[in-house]
Structures are given as C-alpha cells and as structure tokens.
C-alpha cells in the first residue's frame, strides 16, 4: 500500500494548493477574475481572431484590479500611460487562466475565461509610476522553509495544510516543495518575525518544535496527531 502514497499524496497535494481554489483565492496578492474578450477574425484567420479574442479578455481581467486599487478619475486622466506600461503587457500579471466558454458570430470570436491575476505586481508598477502611494506602514514578509513530520496520510497532509492556512497568524503565502513518507517540506512567506510565527505554531496546539533544528529561516515541526 505504501508504494501508492505518494501518487496520491501528490495529487491531493495539487488539488489541495492549486491557484484556481483554495488558499491562493483568499490571498489578497493574487485574485481571480471572470472577464470576456472578443476579436476580430479577418481573412477567414480563425486561431488569429481566437489569440486576439483571449488577449482582450486577459487585459480587461488586469483593468478590473486596476479599478480596484486606484481612483476612478486617476485612470480617466492617466488612461494612456496605463495603457502604456500596464496594459501593454498584461501578460505578465496573469498567473494562469481557463477558458469558460468561446464562441463566434460573424466575423467575430469572443471568449469568456477566468484568470488569476497577480494583484501585487500590479500594485508595485502602479506604486513606481507615482499612482498609488506607498504602503507605509505594511510589514514586509519574510521568507522561511518549515518541515513538517509526523504525517501519516493524505489526511494528515490536508490538515497540516488547513491547520497553517487558519490556525497561525501571519501566513501570507506556502509553496509546496518536498513531499516523502512522513514527511512534507514547504516554503512560507509570513508577516511579522519567525520568533512569533514559532510562538504561533506552538500556541496552535498541533505543533512541536525541535530545537536542535532551527536556524533564522528554518523550522522543522512534528505534526501532533
């Protein structure tokens, strides 16, 4: 039986952590948005109408979290260089996306799809062009590698996750990383000082640290079952 476990480890791993669903929806870095595009086919080109028709979409996905982060009359005023340096290449604020639904009329191709969009990059262009102001008072996250022992299923595995994801204070972000028996390795971006996320782990009251295995920006843990 065990032979299977880290087949289905991982596939409940990717399920579990995928950006369409689940922690990464919640994060206030990254949102996901329901937008429709449409281009013209000319020259009977289908496949080129249907690219146009999928840039449009993403692009109008990138002007909806622009709209939400700067004022109404900021874009009327600054609409070119926005367009300039911001929409120009929305390619690059797209994390992934899923075609709903497509069609054509005429000589036209639309399509409606449903993108994740990389709302943070989009805030620090929009911040260097003198848009937005800079956040202040916003703590910056700091990078850390935690492995977590003591899993013995997938069941575990999931509850570790929604355990770090609701339980410890401070967790913006985790990445999976290693996956073995009995073992998982993840990489976290958290808010404050490693000193009081491991304070958290501990008042969570799932977690054990082991001393002997820490540095500034490592953690390794036992998961308490």
């Known amino acids: 039986m065990k032979r299977f476990f880290p087949i289905i480890f991982l596939l409940v791993a990717w399920l579990y952590l995928s950006p369409s669903v689940g922690f990464a929806q919640h994060n206030k870095d990254i949102q996901t948005v329901n937008a429709e595009g449409a281009g013209l086919i000319v020259n009977d080109d289908l496949a080129s109408g249907r690219n146009s028709a999928i840039h449009n979409a993403l692009q109008k996905a990138v002007e909806h979290v622009v709209v939400t982060l700067i004022p109404p009359k900021t874009i009327v005023k600054k609409s070119q260089v926005i367009s300039d340096r911001i929409y120009a290449k929305c390619n690059e604020y797209i994390h992934d996306y899923k075609i709903i639904s497509e069609k054509q009329i005429q000589a036209v191709y ?19 062009m003198g848009l937005i102001n800079v956040e202040k008072d916003r703590v910056p996250a700091t990078a850390i590698a935690i492995t ?27 990445y999976q990383r290693r996956f073995e028996w009995g073992m998982a390795r ?37 998961y308490l079952q």
């Open 110 to 128: 639309s399509v409606n799809i449903r993108a994740t969009v990389f709302v943070s990059s989009i805030k620090n262009d929009l911040q260097t």
């Open 148 to 174: 977590v022992r003591g899993i013995k299923n997938c069941t575990d595995y999931v509850k570790v996750l929604e355990l770090i994801k609701t339980k410890v204070i401070g967790v913006s972000n985790f």
């Open 186 to 222: 993840l990489d976290l971006d958290i808010q404050g000082t490693v000193q009081s996320f491991k304070e958290e782990l501990i008042k969570s009251g799932h977690f054990s640290l082991d001393i002997s295995l820490m540095d500034q920006n490592y953690i390794e843990v036992t």
